[in-house]
Each structure stands twice: as structure tokens, then as C-alpha cells.
């Protein structure tokens, strides 16, 4: 088939190379300011934003396009002009972009840098946005370790570094500030495992059989992988993100489609004892880390069956009104 219409190079406002270096520009005015004042915060806010555009734009410019009014921004978005009147290119809000990334890249940009990112550029949006100084006086070490952080996950996305991105001497820093977060996480969640279980202890032995029978009706009826609770034993559950397509295979001697994806765990609750733990760093210093697997099982005759019309409807008996 003969191409009768070919597309232009990718926009310059949607290109990843273009999209980078701006947030590359960025960073440098960010370094160059007080590290504790609210300029440097500002400054990285707004890099953050453009890296995580560049990373998405990498996938695809496409991914960047609002289609919520029609096809235009998509058009533009893969290198044709659009003949609408009066148009200006719209991308998709900074939270979407976030959240696309957490799912293209599961394993890298995990659901903790999302949740710094969305926060982050919130923070930004109400300091351009209203007459909150939220950026005054906040401490650079309460957020350069997952700022750092969730930027190598962006960068890593395209083939970078940080040495890429702030070069070497600030990479340095931020690799040691990544590493000191995850030791004092570390630290944090296994004071919440002893402190969960010394309350555990403290209850009686026939409260305790209770609570453990209570758990594990509870871990039956809900999605999730069940696992041994680090504070008392009891059954409780892992659940997380699917990090990988799903596989399916046919079991033919039993006629079953067996459906199995592998998963990557984000949190975790114990109903019995209380202890929840948020984020996969702090999952990992307890020893809840591990991938899972979901499988579900079908039917082969239902599975491969058409899709029926008029499910929901009553059946016609045939008889004349």
C-alpha cells in the first residue's frame, strides 16, 4: 500500500530531546540556588515535571496528546499539522503523565515516585497558583532524597543517568542521599514490626486465636497475596502493580485456560495485629519485597464462547401476548 501522506519530525513542544534539555536548564538553576530556599524547590518542581514529559515523549509523543475533545492533538503530536482553526496544541495534565509511567514502567518508576511526583508539582501548582508560600521553610532533606530518587527512575526509563542529568559531582550527592533514605526506611519499618508485635504479645493467648481466625477468613475474601505477617505470624496480605502482560495457557486435559501475571508488591495489611506498611522500599526492609504471581483459572468452553448479546436479558418463552 502506497504512503500518501507522510508525517513531519515530532513537534519540538512534545520532543523528548527538547523536553529533556529544558529540564536539564532547569536543574542547573536549580543547583545554583540556596538549597534550603524556595526557589531551588520551585526550580526542581518544574524539572521534575519536564523530565517525566521527556520520559513519557521517549514511549511515544503520542502518550502526551489530550484527546479528551478530539483527534487533532494526537495528530499533532505525530508530526502532521493540523488544519483545525485556531489550534493550540493541549497535553495531558502532569498527574496523568505520572500515572502512565507507573504502568509502562512498573518495575522502575514505582508507585512511591509517583505518589513524591504528584505531590511535589501539587505543591508547585499552589505556590504559582494561590497566595501559599508552601515552599518557605521546607527543609531540602525531607524531599532530595525521593526527588533524587524518582529521577533517576525517570532518567533510567531513557538510557540516562544522573550524572547525566546534574552532573557528577551532584549525582554523587544524590546517590548518597538515595542510599541514606532507604537505610533510615529500613530502620523505621523494623521499629514497626517490634512495636506491633510487643502489643500482640500483650493480648491474651484466646484473643490471639481469635484475631488469627479473623485474619485469615478476611485474607480469603480479599484480592491480594496472602503472607505471613512479620509482627505476629498471622495470615495477612501483599498487594501491588502487574509489572508484566499477562500469560495464558491451555490446560487441555482438564479443557482450562490458565491465565497467570506477575506482580510487584506496593503495600501491605495485617488485620489481626493492625501493621501496614506503604511503599516498596519499606516492604523490602521487612522482607515483603518479593514478586508474586496472580493466576486465575477458566473455563475453555466459556472462555473461547461469543459473547452473548443479550446477557441480562430475560429469556423468550415464544408465547403470544
Request: aromatic fraction near 10%; glycine fraction near 6%; charge should be negative.
Amino acid at each position: 500500500m502506497k504512503t500518501t501522506l507522510k508525517p513531519g519530525p515530532t513537534p519540538e513542544n512534545w520532543s523528548a530531546e527538547a523536553l529533556f534539555l529544558k529540564a536539564q536548564r532547569y536543574a542547573e538553576r536549580m543547583a545554583a540556588s540556596d538549597s534550603d530556599g524556595w526557589e531551588h524547590a520551585l526550580w526542581s518542581s518544574l524539572a521534575l515535571e519536564l523530565l517525566a514529559r521527556a520520559a513519557l515523549s521517549n514511549v511515544s509523543p503520542a502518550l502526551l496528546a489530550d484527546n479528551e475533545k478530539g483527534w487533532s492533538n494526537l495528530f499533532h503530536a505525530m508530526g502532521y499539522k493540523p488544519t483545525e482553526k485556531k489550534f493550540a496544541p493541549k497535553s495531558i495534565a502532569i498527574t496523568e503523565v505520572f500515572k502512565r509511567l507507573t504502568t509502562i514502567f512498573p518495575g522502575s518508576f514505582i508507585q512511591e515516585n509517583e505518589s513524591f511526583c504528584v505531590l511535589h508539582v501539587g505543591r508547585r501548582n499552589s505556590e504559582l497558583h494561590s497566595g501559599e508560600a508552601v515552599f518557605e521553610g521546607v527543609a531540602s532533606s525531607s524531599w532530595h532524597p525521593r526527588f533524587y530518587g524518582s529521577c533517576k527512575a525517570l532518567l533510567e526509563t531513557m538510557g540516562y543517568s544522573l550524572t547525566d542529568f546534574v552532573g557528577t559531582a551532584e549525582a554523587r550527592v544524590a546517590e548518597q542521599l538515595i542510599d541514606a533514605a532507604a537505610d533510615e526506611s529500613a530502620k523505621a519499618a523494623q521499629g514497626d514490626v517490634e512495636a506491633h508485635r510487643k502489643v500482640w504479645l500483650a493480648k491474651s493467648e484466646s484473643e490471639r486465636e481469635s484475631l488469627k481466625e479473623t485474619a485469615q477468613v478476611w485474607a480469603m475474601r480479599q484480592a491480594g497475596h496472602r503472607v505471613s505477617c512479620p509482627a505476629c505470624g498471622s495470615i495477612a496480605l501483599v498487594q501491588g502493580d502487574a509489572i508484566a502482560p499477562s500469560v495464558m495457557k491451555l490446560n487441555a486435559e482438564e479443557s482450562e485456560i490458565i491465565e497467570t501475571q506477575e506482580y510487584l508488591p506496593s503495600q501491605f495489611e495485617c488485620v489481626a495485629c493492625g501493621f501496614k506498611i506503604l511503599g516498596l522500599s519499606r516492604l523490602g526492609a521487612v522482607g515483603l519485597a518479593d514478586r508474586y504471581k496472580n493466576t486465575h483459572t477458566y473455563d475453555a468452553a466459556e472462555y473461547y464462547a461469543p459473547e452473548d448479546d443479550y446477557r441480562g436479558y430475560e429469556d423468550d418463552n415464544n408465547e403470544p401476548f
